[in-house]
């Protein structure tokens, strides 16, 4: 039986802004081999939508969880991605991508 390939939004609370964090999750997902996107929002957030494997996708999240030793993560909310999250984005080109703030 094969691993189910799930689609996963999140944003990640804290400081996690002027840290590298976009940098640091471009880097995890890439080793997990997931596509997706990541990038700051304006309220001080991260948001990211990473798809792949369930077993990389939970690692990925996990990964969010600590974060980067300069900055401190307060909370990680998660939901199944909407499919134009994922579409939007080029998750569907096998790439994952760092975006523009919003």
């Given amino acids: 039986m094969s691993e189910p390939i799930l689609a996963r939004h999140v944003i990640?609370?804290?400081k996690v802004q002027g840290v590298g964090f976009r940098d640091f999750v471009d880097h995890h997902a890439r080793q997990r081999n997931l596509t997706g996107w990541v990038r700051n929002r304006r309220n001080g957030?991260?948001?990211?939508?990473f798809v792949g494997l369930q077993r990389s996708v939970e690692g990925m999240i996990g990964v969010c969880r600590v974060g980067p030793p300069s900055g401190n993560v307060n909370r990680v909310d998660q939901r199944d991605a909407a499919e134009?999250?994922?579409k939007t984005r080029g998750a569907t080109d096998g790439e994952f991508l760092v975006l523009p703030t919003v």
């Fill in 45 to 49: 957030t991260v948001e990211a939508v």
């Fill in 84 to 86: 134009a999250e994922v």
């Fill in 12 to 14: 990640v609370h804290g």
